[in-house]
């Protein structure tokens, strides 16, 4: 995901600031290795660290594009094609790719896994890019067209001899974006923050848009996660001062905005309607087999800049949900249901187990010194967290988790991304992206979890639950990685081997059934190429082997770009992964696009586009291998 601002700092032209590399180092793990890995043997060609305005793979491995940015969905009758100069419509757009691909799971349609459906997040848009005139100007339909680029696509695809192929049209195909109708459910569902003009009950809500990660449930539904929703919303700038704690704790300021919606889009008006940002920054559950069914906003998860919602099932069958909030000095969280999980995913199972992300309990994560942690619950009445501290009631606990966070004393990160969960031993896994500001002025300062201060590479950090219980309340931790340039003097870098290929900033994480973790980086567009990021190049995606220590550099994109959203298929031969923003500069302060990619090989040439990319072996074996 773009940090925090990213693009719109893109728009307006500020300039970051040039950055000098700090921090100290941490020790070595102290958890046993990972086990039950089955990879086979023989390591692929590691891919050379690569500055090229194109996609490189190992020679061992081929890939093709499936669907870019305005390629059609495949709703049957209404496949309208990519016009290069930007020209479609709202409503075209809203049956074609969204912009910036993200968060991804492969839905198998057979028992072979040769068909399927890919289900993808579109994370946010650029305005430059999507209109024929830019940011010039804005009117009401550029900002249907912006909402229709954002949220969620449902294509089907199947592998053919001449590779994977999306199927055109398909009764599976579904776009839901930024202003499609969904139900509001939980226990902030109906409840006074919930309420608007537009929606006096406080059920229901249009769209969801800033999709970043995603997660699968058990039963087979996939959870797209509200990531920075807040720059979305405004108003004018004077209106600032009015501003509520917790609407600058969530960045709900009137002013700050990235684009203008609110002054073609009153429901984007803080000052009109200051109760419409509490309706986003939810997970939302679609079911991908019904393209009539309503997605659901599930509210007991917490609100928060939500970044994954990966699933796991308990000892006791429950399932627990494991989620991140993407921002510097945000916290990591842990959703236990009430209910045990009915088994299987087809439809009997989808509609017993709909209620089991209404009712359950949410924790914070604190870590402590000794490489021990605690789940922290958050519930009305208890740990501080009551109508003295500022809470009428668990729904204002959920609306505002971060500051029922605070309150319990949650470990404040540096930018917890993706969450992966190892499908043997119950490992968890989680990015923390980085944190540049750790140690600043009046802010946190290094701590066991988040030992470099500034952090400008950030790391992965791991923990296992007490007992191998998804549902314990307390666990042991490590550092997995603190990622870098390992010839940086001072820069803490630290691999589970001395051979690992070195990276900077993950982002996406991905475990495939083989027990292969698959990390994604996010170098921002400004930071590539750059010190202390230099000798890193452009972002890229590696596996790793926990078992042995081994990570392998597979693939690094586009100039610009970010790597984000695998997944491998069933039967671990076919790899998908998204390219999201090719072209975002690094010349700071400068509109420009450095990438022509996919469409063309000079810059400037063609409209750079987000696009799904299928990876397979040329021998057709198992990727990572």
Not at 288 to 307: I, N
Not at 413 to 434: C, F, K, Q
Not at 441 to 454: C, I, M, Q, T, V
């Amino acid at each position: 995901m773009p940090l925090d601002r990213r693009h719109f700092l893109l728009q307006s032209g500020a300039t970051a600031a040039v950055v000098a590399l700090f921090g100290q180092g941490c020790a070595r793990s102290q958890l046993p290795p990972s086990t039950g890995t089955t990879t086979p043997s023989g390591f692929f060609t590691s891919a050379p660290i690569s500055q090229r305005d194109a996609v490189v793979v190992p020679p061992e491995y081929e890939w093709q594009m499936l669907y870019p940015w305005g390629a059609p969905t495949g709703v049957a009758g209404r496949m309208p094609a990519f016009a290069p100069d930007a020209g479609n419509s709202a409503d075209e757009q809203a049956l074609q790719a969204g912009m910036h691909h993200d968060g991804m799971h492969f839905f198998a349609l057979d028992a072979r896994g040769e068909r399927g459906l890919l289900v993808m997040n579109h994370e946010y848009t650029d305005e430059q890019l999507l209109h024929t005139d830019g940011v010039k100007a804005w009117n009401a339909e550029k900002v249907r067209k912006s909402l229709h680029a954002m949220g969620v696509s449902v294509i089907e695809v199947r592998r053919t001899q001449e590779g994977w192929r999306q199927v055109l049209p398909s009764p599976y195909a579904r776009r839901v974006h930024g202003r499609t109708p969904m139900r509001i459910a939980g226990p902030a569902a109906g409840t006074p923050l919930m309420r608007t003009a537009a929606d006096p009950a406080g059920t229901g809500v249009f769209g969801t848009f800033a999709n970043c990660a995603m997660g699968v449930t058990p039963w087979g539904t996939y959870l797209t996660c509200e990531e920075n929703f807040h720059g979305y919303f405004g108003g004018p700038k004077e209106a600032a001062n009015h501003a509520t704690p917790a609407q600058r704790r969530y960045g709900t300021v009137p002013g700050a905005q990235w684009v203008d919606y609110w002054r073609f889009d009153e429901r984007f008006d803080l000052s009109r309607h200051p109760n419409e940002p509490h309706r986003f920054g939810w997970v939302v559950e679609i079911d991908p087999f019904d393209p009539d069914s309503v997605p659901v906003k599930r509210t007991a998860l917490g609100r928060k800049r939500q970044e994954s919602a990966t699933c796991t099932v308990a000892k006791d069958g429950r399932v627990v949900v494991y989620m991140g909030d993407d921002a510097r000095f945000e916290y990591i969280y842990k959703f236990v249901s009430r209910d045990p999980v009915r088994p299987g995913t087809d439809a009997a199972a989808r509609a017993a187990n709909r209620h089991l992300l209404d009712e359950g309990t949410l924790h914070v994560a604190r870590f402590d010194a000794d490489g021990r942690g605690r789940w922290l619950e958050l519930v009305h009445g208890r740990h501080g967290i009551d109508a003295a501290s500022g809470f009428a009631d668990q729904a204002e606990v959920l609306i505002h988790a971060r500051l029922a966070g605070d309150i319990v004393g949650g470990t404040k990160m540096d930018r917890p991304e993706w969450i992966a969960v190892h499908p043997r031993s119950g490992e968890v896994y989680v990015t923390l992206t980085n944190n540049t500001q750790r140690g600043d002025l009046g802010k946190s300062g290094a701590d066991a979890a988040n030992p470099r201060a500034p952090n400008f590479f950030g790391g992965i950090l791991r923990w296992r639950e007490d007992g191998g219980d998804a549902a314990s309340t307390a666990f042991a931790w490590d550092h997995y990685a603190l990622a870098g340039d390992p010839a940086q003097p001072g820069a803490g870098t630290r691999y589970p081997s001395d051979s690992a290929d070195a990276f900077g900033c993950p982002d996406g994480l991905h475990f495939d059934s083989g027990g292969l973790l698959w990390i994604q980086t996010d170098m921002s567009g400004q930071s590539m190429g750059k010190p202390p990021y230099a000798a890193l190049g452009n972002n890229q995606m590696l596996c790793a082997d926990p078992a042995t220590g081994r990570i392998q550099r597979f693939l690094t994109g586009p100039n610009g770009c970010e790597i984000t959203g695998c997944v491998v298929t069933p039967d671990r031969r076919t790899l998908f992964v998204n390219i999201q923003h090719p072209g975002e500069s690094r010349d700071d302060g400068d509109a420009k696009h450095n990438s022509a990619w996919p469409d063309a090989a000079v810059p400037g040439s063609a409209r750079p586009r987000s696009a799904t990319l299928a990876i397979r072996r040329r021998d057709g074996g198992i990727v990572g291998t």
